[in-house]
């Protein structure tokens, strides 16, 4: 008999036990009696046996498999959460099943309610979904973390530090001189979007309150950051500085600029938000949202509460970080 294709009967019969009592072992059950448990491991170990994934799953009613339901799962803000997800469960024994949240929100619950049966526990990213959006689509009994979405109270959720993120870029733009700053913003029905805004218009009003805010919308994506900068300029609004609501938009920004040769950061000043890995490598003044912590935070206090502990229905919040580069430098001394 070749050692591959050793089955749990043959098990069984090497450890003169009933094949319950080979699969008790192997699940390690606290009834069975250790030199029982003992003997069936040593058999297996001699046989080669390894058990079948999908019938161990089956057996304990558990998949270790942990869904993903995120809003777009193109750009690399939601690479660097997927990164930092899949560290995390392959160190803990589980993997990922990815799904993508539409914006719509009967699609978007469509999508969360897919994973049903499917999935030991949920990270669900929903920033455009309302409050009954949200209970409709998570299922009942089973587990459930949030990342920067609506309506997280009295649920276990993580969330960045938005508001704190964006207004330290306010004041670092602000302590240049510059002062006639516009916003290029995510759309106006996302929660991360609606925080950075809101942090926009609290800093200004208090740090440059003699100037009259502007705010563009965008998508989040490279393109509506290019479209809001062509905007400004046909619009003719006066400009030091661009605050885009992230990297991708500021990118579009900063290629609008230099296309008309406006001076970076001579003439404008731009910073973006998220700190992806081309922004780094472009030069872009930014904040530093830990993504890839994020995800793997989210993970951990999943898993915890699917191997025995609580889930703490609370929410935490990302400290973020501004990063100062090539776009808008440093204040001398």
Do not use: C, K, W
Not at 99 to 128: F, K, Y
């Amino acid at each position: 008999m070749r050692q591959s294709s050793a089955t749990i009967r043959d098990v069984a019969r090497q450890a003169a036990v009933s094949v319950a009592s080979v699969s008790r072992a192997m699940n390690g059950h606290s009834s069975v009696h250790p030199d029982t448990r003992a003997r069936v491991m040593a058999a297996a170990q001699a046989l080669g046996y390894v058990p079948h994934a999908g019938a161990r799953s089956l057996s304990l009613s558990r998949s270790h498999a942990i869904g993903v339901v995120l809003p777009d799962l193109h750009g690399e803000f939601f690479s660097e959460i997927v990164r930092g997800m899949d560290r995390e469960v392959t160190a803990r024994g589980y993997h990922l099943l990815l799904s993508n949240m539409h914006a719509d929100a009967e699609l978007a619950a469509q999508a969360v309610r897919s994973m049903r049966g499917r999935v030991d526990g949920l990270i669900v990213m929903a920033p455009q979904l309302v409050a009954g959006g949200l209970d409709d689509a998570l299922p009942l009994g089973v587990p459930a973390v949030l990342v920067n979405s609506q309506h997280a109270s009295g649920r276990a959720a993580f969330r960045i530090d938005n508001a704190v993120g964006i207004e330290a870029v306010v004041a670092h733009l602000v302590a240049q001189g510059r002062r006639r700053l516009i916003h290029v913003s995510g759309p106006f029905d996302n929660i991360d979007a609606d925080e950075r805004r809101q942090g926009f218009l609290a800093a200004m009003a208090r740090l440059a309150p003699e100037v009259e805010p502007i705010v563009i919308e965008g998508d989040f994506r490279e393109e509506s950051g290019a479209a809001a900068m062509l905007a400004v300029a046909e619009r003719g609004l006066a400009h030091d500085g661009i605050v885009a609501a992230n990297d991708m938009m500021a990118l579009g920004v900063l290629s609008v600029l230099r296309e008309r040769q406006v001076v970076v950061p001579g003439a404008v000043a731009v910073t973006g938000f998220d700190d992806i890995p081309l922004a780094r490598y472009l030069g872009l003044t930014t904040v530093r949202a830990p993504t890839a912590e994020l995800g793997a935070r989210a993970v951990a206090r999943l898993v915890d509460a699917l191997e025995g502990g609580t889930l703490v229905l609370e929410t935490q919040t990302i400290a973020t970080e501004l990063v100062i580069r090539a776009t808008s430098p440093a204040v001398s001394a």
